[in-house]
């Protein structure tokens, strides 16, 4: 990347940090008797996992010499069972990892060299506020933006609203699970929500598309899928990959990528045609029920055999087998589904699927899950924005969250639209450079902003682009929001320090508080520690901050009726009709087509094959790459490729590539060919999160090859603005492409083909 703000390797850096730790960590003003840490009877300390979203609540063991020796899940816990993913039992190495930040980093320009310099905090809190000061009163708070994710977000948001920005987007949504939540809400009036109500364990029928479970290895969701699979459950996958769900299925159906809306209509075509569907349920809750049969007459499965290459006796045979076990039935909504620009519609022939097989409420299909609200410590309201990440995503009317896209984009002078620019940002737990498709548009907007600060704990590719560089302790080594995410009961768990933060590493809560004072935000954060915040939230719905030092999870009973629907009960669904929408009346009123309809994506050109991601079960994005322990599991990732292929261009399995996309962007680093026919030929695939550019991450630097960086082409959805990133084709190189000579015998050997 060729920037004015350069690119910084952090190597060498933080090697002072261990002499000026002690003094700083007295400034916590938290450690004393209270923090836990300190106390020798526990030797065991609640925490829940922070290495991906699941949030699942377990124990972290410390012994006598103050060392981490495991961390195990609480069997209380709903979303582990008492049991972590290897990622959770690996994220010991997080706190371990000796090429983690140590100390607050601030850049310094000398003419055309740029470096980093270790700061105090003092000194890096203090600039951080000031220019927080001069773009509130040069263009208002607006114009400083947060682009966060996890459990520091958290902490962050609360400071950006209080300061007034609400300008605020993380990658969990428009480049995750927003266009399933759009496409449920406009269906069932409800979003899927995390974790997802799927009643798996009770299932008899499920079916996932491209959704790899198993390799996605969301904990809960990966345990009630084995206990499914025991009782008998028929497992159906769609996916271009013989994934492990794929291998453990009665159905796998390796669909051509970007044609799976022409297989759901199929689907919805014999279900209604051969009145496989509920319909008690469908004639009480549905709207818009033929509408959609006349909308489905011809998209028979000889009409999607066409399209999708699977066979129609395959595509009756499954809706057979889905209607049979219904309304014990998951047509799984998947999470990461932003694939090819119209996956909103997608998603809403999953949900339409659900709706006439009958499983929204139902058991084995999905549940009405509850949850419990902790209530906010006393503070001002925020005050009110004059324009915000919704201003910013107008354009996509049905976007509930930021939309990073748009944010980033505002931030580009010749972009942002009405005076609504972007002149700062604060990233907090998101690696943009790996998460957000579209390097130009990254590149052109770090260009042009006046200011970046970066809340890591690792010296990822994105700390590299900052001016200011805040290093945040572990979640091993801190307190923070109490989880309370809804599920089959409500619970909650704590996340407490296990360990003192180490060298000057500080939590972000901490973080959060001073920026707030240096800010004159005094009132919201009116507490000394965050000890006393948890206890007075603890205190409120009836438990304490000590009860959960010793029980670290704590459940309640519902009060919201039943987990099911009573057979015929009443009920009103969360739409403008009250029902189910087979027809969307939202969709419709908003210009887009009330029942989706299948559109062709392009394919790849003569010596291309598409691109296609996924994730493999020890690591979690770009975040665990250089863990110790996960590392050792798995360094690099592999390029799936068809033995076919493999034929035509002279590849040998283990052979490093590099790849080129359509657009000439090439990977940074080269990858490892994996020969299989677990992929079809038309696509080649990888594991997310590899190809790291900051030599700092000793372990994974240059390890591998980065998909983001090959995703230059975006389809946007254009109900709620999903970056689609599946569009992308790729060529395969057999010579180093980075050195002049290879340009030619490159070309010539693509041109073979
Ligand atoms: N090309 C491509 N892009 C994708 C995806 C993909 O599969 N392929 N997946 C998409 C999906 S589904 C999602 S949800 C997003 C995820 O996107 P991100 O959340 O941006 O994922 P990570 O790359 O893990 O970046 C997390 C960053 O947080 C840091 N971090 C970890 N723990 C802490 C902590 O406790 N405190 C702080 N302050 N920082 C911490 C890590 O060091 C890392 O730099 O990416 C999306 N983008
Ligand atoms: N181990 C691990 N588990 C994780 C995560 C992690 O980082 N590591 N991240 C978590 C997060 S935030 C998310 S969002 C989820 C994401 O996990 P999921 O939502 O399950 O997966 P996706 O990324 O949507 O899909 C990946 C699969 O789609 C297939 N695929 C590609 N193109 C097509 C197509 O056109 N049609 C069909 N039918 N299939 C296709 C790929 O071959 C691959 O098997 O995983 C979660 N779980
Ligand atoms: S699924 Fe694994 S990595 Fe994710 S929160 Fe649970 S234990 Fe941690
Ligand atoms: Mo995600």
């Given at each position: 990347m060729i920037t004015r703000r350069k690119f910084i390797q952090?190597?060498?850096?933080?090697?002072?940090?261990a002499s000026m730790g002690v003094g700083a960590i007295?400034?916590?003003?938290?450690?004393?008797?209270?923090?836990?840490?300190?106390?020798?009877?526990?030797n065991r300390f609640p925490t829940y996992c922070?290495?991906?979203?699941?949030?699942c609540a377990g124990w972290t063991y410390v012994d006598?010499?103050?060392?981490?020796?495991k961390i195990k899940g609480n069997?209380?816990?709903?979303?582990s069972n008492g049991r972590f993913c290897p990622r959770g039992t690996g994220g010991v190495g997080m706190y371990n990892d000796t090429d983690r930040l140590q100390v607050p980093l601030i850049r310094v320009k000398d003419g055309d060299k740029q470096t980093f310099r270790e700061a105090t905090w003092d000194e890096a809190l203090d600039l951080i506020a000031s220019k927080m000061k001069s773009v509130k009163s040069k263009?208002?708070?607006?114009?400083f933006a947060l682009l966060k994710h996890g459990a520091p977000g958290k902490q962050m948001e609360h400071l950006f609203k209080a300061y007034g920005s609400d300008t605020i987007g993380e990658p969990a949504y428009a480049q995750c699970r927003g266009p399933r939540e759009t496409a449920f809400s406009t269906t069932f009036g409800s979003w899927v929500g995390?974790?997802?109500?799927?009643?798996?364990?009770?299932?008899k029928c499920m079916v996932l598309i491209g959704s790899h479970i198993g390799e996605n290895m969301h904990n809960g969701q990966v345990q009630e899928m084995s206990d499914a699979i025991e009782n008998g459950a028929t497992i159906i996958t769609v996916d271009p990959r013989l994934s492990t769900a794929a291998s453990k299925s009665k159905y796998w159906l390796p669909i051509k990528?970007?044609?799976?809306l022409a297989l759901l209509l199929a689907w919805i075509h014999v279900i209604i045609y051969e009145e496989l569907y509920d319909k008690k349920y469908v004639e009480q809750y549905g709207y818009g029920f033929d509408e959609l049969k006349a909308h489905v007459a011809d998209m028979t499965p000889e009409w999607a055999y066409g399209i999708t290459t699977i066979q129609p006796d395959v595509i009756r045979a499954t809706a057979r087998e889905m209607g049979h076990a219904a309304p014990a039935v998951i047509v799984h909504p998947g999470r990461?589904?932003?694939?090819?620009?119209?996956d909103t519609q997608r998603g809403r022939a999953v949900a339409i699927l659900n709706g006439l097989l009958g499983s929204w409420g139902r058991r084995g299909g999905f549940y009405f899950p509850e949850g419990i609200s902790i209530p906010k410590f006393p503070r001002p309201d925020y005050p009110k924005t004059n324009w915000s990440w919704e201003t910013l995503g107008?354009?996509?009317?049905?976007?509930?969250?930021?939309?990073t896209t748009e944010i980033i984009r505002a931030s580009i002078p010749s972009e942002a639209?009405?005076?609504?620019?972007?002149?700062a940002w604060m990233v907090a737990g998101t690696n943009l450079i790996k998460s957000i498709p579209n390097k130009r548009l990254i590149e052109d907007a770090i260009n042009s902003i006046d200011f970046m600060v970066v809340v890591d704990t690792m010296p990822s590719d994105?700390?590299?682009?900052?001016d200011v560089v805040l290093p945040e302790c572990t979640y091993l080594e801190r307190y923070d929001g109490i989880r309370a995410a809804a599920h089959r009961h409500p619970s909650i768990a704590l996340r407490m320090p296990a360990v003192k933060p180490k060298d000057e590493t500080k939590p972000s809560w901490w973080i959060a508080k001073q920026i707030g004072e240096r800010l004159g935000l005094h009132e919201y954060f009116n507490?000394?520690?965050?000890e006393e915040v948890l206890d007075w939230q603890l205190k409120q719905i009836g438990s304490s901050l000590d009860e959960m030092k010793k029980i670290g999870v704590k459940n309640f009973e519902r009060k919201?009726?039943?987990?099911y629907l009573g057979d015929g009960e009443d009920y009103e669904f969360n739409t403008n009709t009250g029902k189910i929408e087979f027809y969307s009346t939202e969709l419709e009123a908003k210009g887009f087509d009330p029942m989706p309809k299948y559109t062709p994506h392009p394919e790849p050109p003569a010596g291309f094959y598409r691109l296609i991601y996924g994730r493999a079960p020890m690591h979690t994005f770009s975040r665990t790459v250089n863990n110790p322990n996960l590392n050792d599991l798995m360094d690099e990732n592999a390029l799936w490729v068809n033995p076919r292929v493999a034929k035509i261009l002279d590849i040998k399995n283990g052979q490093y590539v590099w790849l080129k996309n359509q657009d000439n962007v090439l990977s940074t680093f080269p990858i490892k060919v994996r020969l299989t026919?677990?992929?079809?030929?038309d696509s080649v695939y990888m594991v997310h999160?590899?190809?790291?550019?900051?030599?700092?991450?000793s372990r994974t630097y240059g390890k591998g090859a980065a998909d983001t960086e090959l995703i230059t082409k975006i389809m946007v959805?254009?109900?709620?603005?999903?970056?689609?990133?599946?569009?992308n084709f790729v060529m395969l190189l057999t010579?180093?492409?980075?050195?002049?000579?290879n340009k030619k015998e490159n070309q010539d050997k693509n041109q073979e083909i």
């Open positions: 952090i190597s060498a850096l933080g090697i002072g940090a007295n400034l916590l003003g938290a450690h004393s008797k209270s923090d836990g840490y300190a106390i020798q009877e526990f922070e290495v991906c979203f699941w949030k006598k010499g103050g060392k981490i020796v069997p209380e816990d709903t979303h263009y208002g708070p607006e114009s995390s974790p997802e109500p799927t009643d798996i364990r009770d299932t990528p970007a044609t799976d990461h589904v932003v694939w090819y620009g119209d107008e354009k996509y009317p049905l976007a509930e969250m930021g939309i639209k009405d005076g609504h620019l972007v002149k994105i700390a590299g682009y900052a507490f000394k520690d965050y919201e009726g039943p987990l026919e677990r992929i079809r030929w999160g590899f190809g790291q550019t900051n030599k700092s991450m959805d254009p109900i709620m603005g999903g970056t689609g990133m599946r569009g010579q180093n492409p980075h050195n002049q000579k």
